[in-house]
């Protein structure tokens, strides 16, 4: 099965440098190949690429994250260093880079995917760099036929990007044998070996309920060179992450707000359906409302910018979850 984007260009080569768009008389010849007394200023290469701005917003749109941040920081070498052993004309294999990403809710998976994506474009592994974020509802049918076109459309508008599956694992269902999921996945499969030079696929969901959907599909465990385990955040990092997101709306806690947020986290934690950084802006968001209710019902006449500003203990503690049992209470922010 071949999938065609009819509307990209030609792919760029693995490993070369992007070129400014020139008149077709302007164009400048093929730089010529890299020989034993030449030298490649890597640092150069890299600032050209502009690896380091994507590396640089990952530092600043995600707390923690220090193994997933290292494995993307490898994958930016490796290709960096490809690139300059290309230009030398030495041997250079397309490393495989599907991937899965295992972790719980909230923990960053697909922020990664999505500057993982812009990465591999600037360093010329992918051509467009775009995300196309799916679910099982978006790559299976319902009726003989069905899922076929459905996949094969979702795979047309990903080539030259990343194709990201959550919650993957939905695609099989054993317990159903009228189930289309499988067709599917043996599409996904042809095309994550025949044409990865033009597609990233990255799988994610519940490290658990992934292991077993490699189980029974040992095809696609074959297929998956980057298994990329995202941790739970710390409450210490949960509340770094409730304050970045504070500062990015131009808010700031009391100091009193300052722990009783910590003590909503800590709460918040041990009750089901726990997001991580969802639950933490949901808390914000939520405390955003009860913060412009208590000026709005103050009737008061003059308010400072500090006002506007500062959020207190009350805007936290008016939540349900300060009210039930801190193991089990049915999770509200």
């Known amino acids: ?188 499969l042809q095309v994550m070996e025949n044409q990865r030079q033009d597609l990233v696929v990255i799988l994610a969901g519940y490290k658990d309920r992934m292991d077993t959907f490699f189980q029974a599909n040992p095809g696609m465990s074959s297929r998956i060179a980057h298994h990329i385990d995202f941790p739970g955040y710390t409450l210490e990092e949960l509340g770094q992450i409730g304050t970045l997101m504070l500062g990015q709306a131009g808010y700031q806690l009391s100091p009193a707000a300052c722990a009783t947020f910590l003590d909503y986290l800590t709460r918040r934690r041990e009750q089901p359906r726990f997001a991580n950084a969802r639950s933490v802006r949901n808390a914000v968001e939520r405390a955003r409302l009860r913060h412009a209710s208590r000026l709005f019902d103050s009737h008061a006449t003059q308010v400072s910018r500090d006002d506007l500003t500062r959020l207190e203990p009350e805007d936290f503690l008016a939540s349900r979850v300060f009210q039930q049992p801190a193991e089990r209470g049915s999770p509200s922010a």
Not at 58 to 71: I, S, W
Not at 124 to 135: C, I, P, S, T, W
Not at 147 to 160: D, F, I, N, Q, S
């Open 1 to 188: 099965m071949a999938v065609n984007d009819s509307g990209r260009g030609a792919r760029m080569a693995f490993g070369a440098r992007p070129a400014a768009s020139v008149p077709a008389e302007e164009t400048a010849p093929p730089e010529r190949p890299l020989t034993d007394g030449d030298v490649v200023n890597l640092a150069e290469e890299r600032q050209r690429s502009g690896v380091d701005e994507v590396l640089g917003a990952l530092d600043e749109e995600l707390v923690g994250l220090a193994p997933v941040k290292a494995r993307i920081r490898q994958i930016a070498a490796l290709l960096l260093v490809d690139s300059a052993r290309t230009r030398f004309g030495l041997t250079t294999t397309r490393p495989n880079l599907h991937m899965c990403f295992t972790g719980e809710p909230g923990t960053g998976k697909t922020t990664v995917a999505l500057r993982m994506a812009d990465l591999l474009k600037r360093l010329g592994y992918l051509e467009r760099g775009h995300l196309v974020a799916v679910g099982r509802e978006d790559l299976v049918g319902q009726y003989v036929g069905h899922t076929a076109p459905k996949t094969k459309e979702v795979l047309k508008r990903a080539m030259g990007g990343v194709l990201f599956i959550d919650e993957a694992y939905y695609l099989y269902r054993a317990e159903n044998e009228r189930d289309y999921g499988q067709e599917s996945i043996e599409i996904l």
